[in-house]
């Protein structure tokens, strides 16, 4: 694992209460963000992803080329789209006056 390589940082952001540290490491004020040793920041679950395969040795989570690779990244693509839903549906009903609900 890669666990004992990062330092988690908690956070509750909102879209009415942004969080500084988040917005320090991505402009969009969304995580997750992964501050790297040389002070760069990346952002986006794809690119840490991406990030993370490529520091461990052995089988890529996500093959490196062919058919496969399409595959998998189009999971991810599919999982972000249903997590994207998911927040919005949390932010309706924990957010939103009732009276105000879709």
Do not use: F
């Not at 969009?28 to 794809?46: Q, T």
């Not at 840490?48 to 490529?54: A, E, M, R």
């Not at 839903?85 to 949390?90: N, P, Q, T």
């Amino acid at each position: 694992g890669q666990l004992d390589r990062v330092t988690l940082h908690a956070c509750v952001p909102t879209p009415v209460k942004p969080d500084a540290d988040v917005i320090q490491d991505n402009a969009l004020g969304k995580i997750p963000a992964l501050r790297l040793a040389d002070g760069n920041a990346l952002h986006d679950s794809r690119v840490i992803l991406d990030y993370l395969d490529h520091q461990h040795v052995g089988n890529p989570l996500i093959p490196r080329d062919g058919s496969a690779r399409w595959r998998r990244l189009t999971l991810a693509s599919l999982a972000d789209g249903i997590m994207d839903a998911a927040v919005l549906v949390r932010y309706e009903t924990a957010l939103r006056p009732v009276e105000k609900h879709w």
